[in-house]
């Protein structure tokens, strides 16, 4: 039994409310309700009293898929307006709520990984709220677990992992603060340029997992990355960026894929460019990450930038005299070693390239260049924070590209793929707006 097509449920409604008819206008009184439902062929007959209506099969699965999209709908805006008040003052904003609460920090993957589908990008993040609700916890019920990190996804780490370990060792450093953090890291990036360039680290001036980060265009976002692989060639002064997919087939990707990929190896490149040539204003990490360059560094950082001999760039330049441990700040640590990147001369990244290799052996697919195109590159970064700064909601694939749903582990209870089903059903007997989704 459902409702009467022209009082879909709309997002906030009980899906299985009955509505009453209007009152009697000349009275003002409330006239006794005539109630009709809707029902399939082979319904028991409900209560007498009750109006009838027989719908065909076709329509009654329509109106049925309504009814559960309104019901989802309705979970799905009570977990966003749930955490838009616990996180960020009621405010939905995707970057504040599940990447950097209080600052505007975003990671290279989760920018690329929405040319895919933003949709899914933001149910991954909604998952532990949204895993608690009724529609939810029944699809867990019915045997469709979902990984927020699958097998392939595991793989692919150990695979980084073991590439990291053949060109340097990882060395752990205890960090109390965020300042703590990323001054190792501002370190880690200069030493592995350093050796880059030199072409006596790592193997024959090949470094692998360097950390960038920078606002290109000032969009207002710090953008962080790791690169996989960069290559120095002293002969050709040319520097190769290279980045690693693995796949569970042999077998390229297709385009839908590869425009994610491109995008982030852009990326890459631009924020590595602007970090040698000393493009990079320093402020980046106070503005949008929130860090104090005001905080004294901790005990064991200090202590990496003694074994790495750096010691010495943090000396004033007025007293010409090595500070002594309270006086090495997060400031003075970016301010210098930032220099420092700059003076290494290093040239523009010169070739982007992308090798494809096989998760089960580790055999290489393919390798395939990308070609750098800035003025497509800005125009995608901005559509992509659109999203996550709140500016507009989340986008799931056209009709088209609906075959991406079949990798897809919330198939069974997304709402943008509900919708596009209804609005293309050739039972659909009310106008696309009506459906009870908010575009």
Same mark, same amino acid.
């Given at each position: 039994?459902?409702?009467?097509?022209?009082?879909?449920?709309?997002?906030?409604?009980?899906?299985?409310?009955?509505?009453?008819?209007?009152?009697?206008?000349?009275?003002?009184?409330?006239?006794?309700?005539?109630?009709?439902?809707?029902?399939?062929?082979?319904?028991?007959?409900?209560?007498?009293?009750?109006?009838?209506?027989?719908?065909?099969?076709?329509?009654?699965?329509?109106?049925?898929?309504?009814?559960?999209?309104?019901?989802?709908?309705?979970?799905?805006?009570?977990?966003?307006?749930?955490?838009?008040?616990?996180?960020?003052? *009621?405010?939905?904003?995707?970057?504040?709520?599940?990447?950097?609460?209080?600052?505007?920090?975003?990671?290279?993957?989760?920018?690329?990984?929405?040319?895919?589908?933003?949709?899914?990008?933001?149910?991954?993040?909604?998952?532990?709220?949204?895993?608690?609700? /009724?529609?939810?916890?029944?699809?867990?019920?019915?045997?469709?677990?979902?990984?927020?990190?699958?097998?392939?996804?595991?793989?692919?780490?150990?695979?980084?992992?073991?590439?990291?370990?053949?060109?340097?060792?990882?060395?752990?450093?205890?960090?109390?603060?965020?300042?703590?953090?990323?001054?190792?890291?501002?370190?880690?990036?200069?030493?592995?340029?350093?050796?880059?360039?030199?072409?006596?680290?790592?193997?024959? *001036?090949?470094?692998?997992?360097?950390?960038?980060?920078?606002?290109?265009?000032?969009?207002?976002?710090?953008?962080?990355?790791?690169?996989?692989?960069?290559?120095?060639?002293?002969?050709?002064?040319?520097?190769?960026?290279?980045?690693?997919?693995?796949?569970?087939?042999?077998?390229?990707? *297709?385009?839908?894929?590869?425009?994610?990929? /491109?995008?982030?190896?852009?990326?890459?490149?631009?924020?590595?460019?602007?970090?040698?040539?000393? %493009?990079?204003?320093?402020?980046?990490?106070?503005?949008?990450?929130?860090?104090?360059?005001?905080?004294?560094?901790? %005990?064991?950082?200090?202590?990496?930038?003694?074994?790495?001999?750096?010691?010495?760039?943090?000396?004033?330049?007025?007293?010409?005299?090595?500070?002594?441990?309270?006086?090495?700040?997060?400031?003075?640590?970016?301010?210098?070693?930032?220099?420092?990147?700059?003076?290494?001369?290093?040239?523009?990244?010169?070739?982007?390239?992308?090798?494809?290799?096989?998760?089960?052996?580790?055999?290489?697919?393919?390798?395939?260049?990308?070609?750098?195109?800035? /003025?497509?590159?800005?125009?995608?970064?901005?559509?992509?924070?659109?999203?996550?700064? *709140?500016?507009?909601?989340?986008?799931?694939?056209?009709?088209?590209?609906?075959?991406?749903?079949?990798?897809?582990?919330?198939?069974?209870?997304?709402?943008?793929?509900?919708?596009?089903?209804?609005?293309?059903?050739?039972?659909?007997?009310?106008?696309?707006?009506?459906?009870?989704?908010?575009?």
């Amino acid at each position: 039994i459902r409702m009467d097509s022209s009082t879909l449920p709309l997002s906030g409604e009980d899906p299985l409310a009955l509505h009453d008819d209007e009152a009697d206008a000349d009275s003002g009184a409330q006239a006794p309700a005539e109630k009709r439902l809707k029902i399939a062929p082979d319904s028991p007959t409900p209560q007498s009293g009750v109006e009838l209506e027989e719908v065909d099969k076709e329509e009654f699965a329509f109106l049925d898929k309504a009814t559960h999209l309104g019901t989802l709908q309705s979970e799905l805006d009570a977990v966003k307006d749930k955490l838009a008040l616990t996180r960020n003052r *009621g405010q939905y904003v995707p970057l504040r709520l599940f990447r950097s609460r209080g600052s505007n920090v975003i990671n290279v993957t989760d920018i690329s990984q929405g040319l895919w589908c933003e949709v899914q990008v933001e149910y991954r993040h909604l998952y532990p709220t949204m895993r608690r609700t /009724a529609e939810w916890t029944k699809m867990a019920e019915q045997g469709t677990p979902v990984q927020l990190k699958t097998e392939g996804m595991k793989q692919g780490a150990a695979i980084h992992l073991k590439k990291e370990l053949e060109v340097h060792e990882k060395v752990k450093v205890a960090t109390v603060t965020m300042e703590d953090v990323k001054a190792v890291q501002l370190i880690d990036t200069y030493t592995q340029l350093s050796s880059i360039k030199s072409a006596t680290g790592g193997v024959g *001036g090949l470094e692998r997992e360097i950390s960038v980060f920078g606002d290109p265009f000032g969009l207002g976002v710090l953008i962080t990355g790791i690169v996989d692989q960069l290559q120095f060639s002293p002969e050709s002064r040319e520097l190769t960026l290279l980045d690693y997919k693995t796949r569970q087939s042999k077998s390229m990707p *297709g385009e839908a894929q590869k425009r994610g990929t /491109a995008l982030q190896l852009m990326i890459y490149k631009c924020l590595l460019d602007q970090l040698t040539c000393g %493009a990079t204003p320093v402020d980046v990490l106070s503005r949008h990450a929130k860090l104090d360059f005001d905080t004294v560094l901790s %005990a064991d950082p200090i202590e990496y930038i003694k074994q790495h001999g750096l010691l010495g760039i943090l000396t004033s330049s007025e007293s010409k005299v090595s500070p002594k441990d309270n006086d090495i700040t997060f400031g003075r640590v970016v301010e210098r070693v930032s220099k420092l990147i700059a003076g290494l001369d290093l040239p523009l990244v010169g070739t982007l390239l992308v090798q494809y290799e096989f998760q089960g052996t580790g055999e290489v697919i393919g390798v395939e260049t990308v070609e750098y195109d800035e /003025a497509w590159m800005k125009s995608q970064l901005e559509s992509c924070l659109g999203f996550w700064m *709140g500016t507009r909601k989340a986008t799931g694939v056209d009709i088209e590209d609906s075959w991406k749903c079949n990798f897809c582990q919330f198939r069974d209870v997304c709402v943008w793929r509900m919708h596009k089903q209804l609005e293309h059903s050739p039972a659909a007997k009310v106008p696309p707006k009506s459906l009870p989704y908010n575009t």
